[in-house]
T-cell receptor
Framework: GQQVMQIPQYQHVQEGEDFTTYCNSSTTLSNIQWYKQRPGGHPVFLIQLVKSGEVKKQKRLTFQFGEAKKNSSLHITATQTTDVGTYFCAVTNDYKLSFGAGTTVTVRA | KAGVTQTPRYLIKTRGQQVTLSCSPISGHRSVSWYQQTPGQGLQFLFEYFSETQRNKGNFPGRFSGRQFSNSRSEMNVSTLELGDSALYLC???????????????FGSGTRLTVV
C-alpha cells in the first residue's frame, strides 16, 4: 500500500520560533490529510489537500501539497505551547488512512 | 452534533481472554474504521466498514474481528489476548466516499487496552 515518510521524527522548538515538518511519498498521491494528536489525546483532523501545488493556511499553520503530489509540508510560525503534540500526515487509499510516523513537537518556553 | 463515542475508555484484561470494544459514529456517517496505536508501530489500520460491509482489512491476525450494525455502530473483538495487543484502539467515522477520498475522519477518544 501507499506509504508516507515523515521527517523529522522529533522537533524541539523555542517558543516563538518557526518550524516545518515534511511528508514524502515515492508515489503520486490523490490527496493528503494532516492530523494533530495532543499528548494523551486522539488524532484531530486539520486539513485535506487535493490539488497539485495547493497551499492552505489556518492562522499560524500553512499546509502545502507539492507540484508532483508526492510530498507535503506543514509550517508553523511563532510556535506556542498550544502547538505541542504529534502531527501526522495521512493518505487515503482502499478505504483506509495510512499514517506517517508523525512528528512529535515539544516547545521550550 | 455529538462526536464519535468509544466505550469503554480503559480496559485491563488477562492474556487469553477476549474483549469487545464499541464505537458509535457521528450521526450520518456510514463509514467506521478501526486503528491500533502503539509507541512502536504507530497508527495501524485494522478494518473499515460501510453499510455493514467490510471494505478493507489490515494486516492483523484473525483474532481481530469487527462488525457494523444497521445503525452504523461498530464493534471490534479481539480473542485470545496477547501481551502485544496492549494498545490504544481508535475508532474513526467518516462519510465514506470513494476508496481514495473518504473525506475527513473524526476519531473517538479511544479505548486504552492493557493486557496483563
Amino acid at each position: 500500500g501507499q506509504q508516507v515518510m515523515q521527517i523529522p521524527q522529533y522537533q524541539h522548538v523555542q517558543e516563538g520560533e518557526d518550524f516545518t515538518t515534511y511528508c514524502n511519498s515515492s508515489t503520486t498521491l490523490s490527496n493528503i490529510q494532516w492530523y494533530k494528536q495532543r499528548p494523551g489525546g486522539h488524532p484531530v483532523f486539520l486539513i485535506q489537500l487535493v490539488k497539485s501545488g495547493e497551499v492552505k493556511k489556518q492562522k499560524r499553520l500553512t499546509f502545502q501539497f507539492g507540484e508532483a503530489k508526492k510530498n507535503s509540508s506543514l509550517h508553523i510560525t511563532a510556535t506556542q505551547t498550544t502547538d505541542v503534540g504529534t502531527y501526522f500526515c495521512a493518505v487515503t487509499n482502499d478505504y483506509k488512512l495510512s499514517f506517517g510516523a508523525g512528528t512529535t513537537v515539544t516547545v521550550r518556553a | 452534533k455529538a462526536g464519535v463515542t468509544q466505550t469503554p475508555r480503559y480496559l485491563i484484561k488477562t492474556r487469553g481472554q477476549q474483549v469487545t470494544l464499541s464505537c458509535s459514529p457521528i450521526s450520518g456517517h456510514r463509514s467506521v474504521s478501526w486503528y491500533q496505536q502503539t509507541p512502536g508501530q504507530g497508527l495501524q489500520f485494522l478494518f473499515e466498514y460501510f453499510s455493514e460491509t467490510q471494505r478493507n482489512k489490515g494486516n492483523f491476525p484473525g483474532r481481530f474481528s469487527g462488525r457494523q450494525f444497521s445503525n452504523s455502530r461498530s464493534e471490534m473483538n479481539v480473542s485470545t489476548l496477547e501481551l502485544g495487543d496492549s494498545a490504544l484502539y481508535l475508532c474513526a467515522s467518516s462519510l465514506g466516499g470513494s476508496g481514495t477520498d473518504m473525506g475527513r475522519y473524526t476519531f473517538g477518544s479511544g479505548t486504552r487496552l492493557t493486557v496483563v
